[in-house]
């Protein structure tokens, strides 16, 4: 059974970083794509970032320059590198993993709260 467990988030000061982690388990390949997404309060969910297995990175329009997404394939884990945190990115932030299969996955989620 696939798992995703993110980490990481926090209460942070505007201008400020954070650097959240997801970790799958119950995967027995790396080829899935895997990406973030927040809900911010009263707020849709809205894409983040995305990663291919290869590394293949795109950002959301509204975190590009700030935020990064990685991944290690040997830890099953991707990681969001937010940068220049501002109160607008203050949501709850959710991992994906889309399996070849077709299948979603999501995690829990984990809170960032950017306020001074």
């Known amino acids: 059974q696939v798992q995703l467990v993110e980490s990481g988030g926090g209460l942070v000061q505007p201008g400020g970083s954070l650097r959240l982690s997801c970790a799958a388990s119950g995967i027995t390949s790396w080829l899935y794509f895997m990406s973030w997404h927040r809900q911010g309060p009263e707020k849709q969910r809205e894409f983040v970032a995305g990663?291919?297995?290869?590394?293949?990175?795109n950002t959301g329009d509204s975190v590009k320059g700030r935020f990064t997404i990685s991944r290690d394939n040997a830890k099953n884990t991707v990681y969001l590198q937010m940068n220049s945190l501002k109160p607008e990115d203050t949501a709850v932030y959710y991992c994906?993993?889309?399996?070849?299969?077709?299948?979603?996955?999501w995690g829990q989620g984990t809170q960032v709260t950017v306020s001074s």
């Open positions: 994906n993993l889309q399996h070849p299969s077709g299948t979603s996955y």
């Open positions: 990663i291919t297995p290869v590394g293949t990175a």
